[in-house]
């Protein structure tokens, strides 16, 4: 069983910065992909950046120049960096991560922008 507990969203104002936090914990070999994903009321669930275990990244359009995905190996946890937030950002955040036969989600952190 893998476990992934998020933190780091909350209340922004527009032009502001978040980081989220997301530590994988549990029965896996390895981890092959970190993501983030969001998603806003309404809609889908739309991929935001990800990482490769060799650590090439991968973004969204929309929030490419102003969000940057890292993570920590050592302690199994990955990082988004949210900077020049705008109220269109505004959605739960999940984290996900594919292991060798499987993948999971986080239980998904709220994010909201205020004008």
Same mark, same amino acid.
Request: aromatic share 10%; net charge positive.
């Given at each position: 069983?893998?476990?992934?507990?998020?933190?780091? $969203?909350?209340?922004? &104002? +527009?032009? /502001?910065?978040? @980081?989220?936090?997301? !530590?994988?914990?549990? =029965?896996?070999?390895?981890?092959?992909?970190? $993501?983030?994903?969001? &998603? +806003?009321? /309404?809609?889908? @669930?739309?991929?935001? !950046?990800?990482?490769? =275990?060799?650590?090439?990244?991968?973004?969204?359009?929309?929030?490419?120049?102003?969000?940057?995905?890292?993570?920590?190996?050592?302690?199994?946890?990955?990082?988004?960096?949210?900077?020049?937030?705008?109220?269109?950002?505004?959605?739960?955040?999940?984290?996900?991560?594919?292991?060798?036969?499987?993948?999971?989600?986080?239980?998904?952190?709220?994010?909201?922008?205020?004008?």
């Amino acid at each position: 069983q893998v476990q992934l507990v998020e933190s780091g $969203g909350g209340l922004v &104002q +527009a032009g /502001g910065s978040l @980081r989220l936090s997301c !530590a994988a914990s549990g =029965s896996f070999f390895a981890i092959n992909v970190m $993501g983030w994903y969001r &998603q +806003a009321p /309404g809609k889908q @669930r739309d991929l935001v !950046a990800t990482m490769s =275990s060799g650590g090439s990244t991968s973004y969204a359009d929309s929030v490419k120049g102003r969000f940057t995905i890292s993570k920590d190996k050592a302690k199994n946890t990955v990082y988004l960096q949210m900077n020049s937030l705008k109220p269109e950002d505004t959605a739960v955040y999940y984290c996900n991560i594919v292991v060798p036969g499987s993948g999971y989600w986080g239980q998904g952190t709220q994010v909201t922008v205020s004008s």
